[in-house]
């Protein structure tokens, strides 16, 4: 179904047609000295894995809870608008 791969920078990523999402691992985030994992959205620029990345944006994973959140929503409207 999904290819974990791993980028340059030691970090986990799958690639979600022209999406890669990333988990991030880092002690000293924008969210807290707590927060140790983000997920990281980003679109390439062209072709997945033969061009560069847009910057994307980082979502604070405090637990699961925090990623069952982020897929309900993205779900949510999702179904809302397209039926």
Known sequence: MFVI?????GQSYV??????????????????????????????????????????AEYAIRSPHDLERLAAAMLFLSLERLT
């Open 15 to 56: 690639n979600v047609g022209n999406l890669r999402l990333t988990l991030v691992e880092k002690s000293d985030g924008w969210a807290g000295a707590e927060v140790h994992h983000y997920l990281r959205i980003q679109a390439y620029k062209g072709a997945p894995g033969e061009s560069g990345l847009q910057i994307g």
């Open 5 to 9: 791969e791993t980028d340059g920078s």
